[in-house]
């Protein structure tokens, strides 16, 4: 009975060891890859607020907007 369990024992470290192996590799994975840079932020020229530029709409005189409704009424 007790080698049953010394058996038991030495599977579950050996899963253990194994599923850890695993994720050491995984991380190295993920880290091979830069973060992308982080995206610029716009104020809107008629409220303030801000926002990425990527989400912003120019004005026909160059400022950004927050919305279509904003570039329309133009800057404040």
């Given at each position: 009975?007790?080698?049953?369990?010394?058996?038991?024992?030495?599977?579950?470290?050996?899963?253990?060891l194994?599923?850890?192996?695993?994720?050491?590799?995984?991380?190295?994975?993920?880290?091979?890859?830069?973060?992308?840079?982080?995206?610029?932020?716009?104020?809107c020229?008629?409220?303030?607020?801000?926002?990425?530029?990527?989400?912003?709409?120019?004005?026909?005189?160059?400022?950004?907007?927050?919305?279509?409704?904003?570039?329309?009424?133009?800057?404040?």
């Amino acid at each position: 009975m007790s080698k049953l369990i010394l058996l038991l024992f030495l599977g579950f470290l050996a899963y253990l060891l194994f599923k850890g192996l695993q994720r050491a590799a995984a991380r190295r994975q993920g880290k091979a890859q830069p973060p992308a840079p982080p995206e610029r932020m716009v104020a809107c020229a008629r409220c303030g607020v801000h926002l990425p530029e990527s989400e912003s709409l120019e004005g026909d005189a160059g400022g950004r907007f927050c919305s279509e409704e904003h570039r329309r009424l133009g800057a404040a």
